[in-house]
């Protein structure tokens, strides 16, 4: 059972201003929603679930203690943000403030300079994951990490990334970053270049680095294309996975 | 100007079965169909623009010979497959059939196992453009390269990388493929395996390489992971990013 009250408060999360009122965002879908319960559950604040999903699921749900609502398909439809909604929403509490001290001797982070596509972002998110880059750093008019598109395109993979929104100048004098690289159109190429820790600035999709950040960069990087009458550039959440991928196989193999 | 049936005829191109109908697909956007026509403008049928669009191209357009239609903002939101739409739409004829012999003793290239997310396809076929890869080949399950989506997605890479639909078995007997690669979880660290001109094949979003297709695989390749904590997997189209850019720097560096 759902109200038409709680309708309405769970579709008023699917925009920022409301989830930042209530701190508050949405997690959705059958194994998203399993990862959540199983890794940090006291992050859930409420779930609202099919009939079959709570079947399914009855002993972890009762076990971990999570308040669980039975809801029809309709009303699930209702509440989702997803095209095809997926048996189960978790209304979950934001995160606590992230810690933004890295050490830069011992790792690389990226900074995402104004990134606004969600699927982009949540891509990223997933990729940092993959790779053991514990948190991220985000210009402060970045897309929302909680935006339901980013939760959803992480895959679960903000369980474990951390996110911090910081101007570049901020983190570079706090952590005492050397090396601020920059994804440009002209700079050194990856693959020939020694790749080491420092910060990875990545631009905006349409206008790149902004000139501002892009002072504060002193090694400028490029991904070297075949040839220079093909296409302008790559995908903003490809060309980071591409860099990503060049640091972590010049340190490891 | 704009007819009812036009309308109507244009908004039936979002659907498949109306474009492999007419073999007519649209293109969006002031800076996509400027390259179609600075590139290629004869695959236009026909353009419908708003007023300051001809009134900017005008030249352009009068010397090119393209046929093309004043319309209103509004009449443009009707047709339109974007969410904002940008001045301009092209109604496009199909390519012709695509040459599918690609000579592996010297190239390499991708086949796409059923991959279904637009966003993702027109991604790679951006990067194919990016790497040179001159022919990408899918499975005749995976996403149509004429939906709306995936045509935005290329930002234009669509018109220098051509598509073809075929089996594997297929190619691989008729272009006489030895490597057949395969992006797996538990196949060889694609960092420390020696990469060669062959086929890289790349499976489905949720469920990889179908068991047929893997059974063709002679070359399982994995991207490694810093833990076996995190998360399952990358995005397809990062992982073909990752994999890809691999490819490319054994080869040139």
Known sequence: M???????????????????????????????VKE????????????????????????????????????????????????????????????????????FKKFFSLYLDDIRDPGNFGTIIRLADWYGIGTIFCSPTSCDLYNPKVIQS???????VKVAYLPLEKIITDNNVGLIYGAVLKGKNIYAERLTNGLIVIGNEANGISKENLALVNHPITIPSHSANGTESLNAAMATGIIVSEFFRQQHY
């Open 36 to 103: 959540i319960v199983e890794s940090n559950h006291t992050i859930i604040q409420e779930l609202f679930a099919t009939a079959d999903f709570i079947f399914e699921h009855e002993n972890i749900l009762k076990s971990s203690g999570i308040k669980y609502n039975e809801i029809s398909d309709k009303e699930l439809e209702q509440i989702s943000s997803l095209a095809s909604p997926n048996k189960v929403l978790a209304v979950c509490n934001y995160f606590g403030e992230t810690k933004t001290e890295v050490d």
């Open 154 to 160: 992480t895959m679960g993979a903000f369980l474990r």
């Open 2 to 32: 759902i109200s038409k009250n709680q309708i309405r408060q769970i579709q008023a999360l699917h925009q920022k201003k409301f989830r930042d009122n209530q701190k508050l965002f949405l997690a959705e879908g059958v194994k998203m």
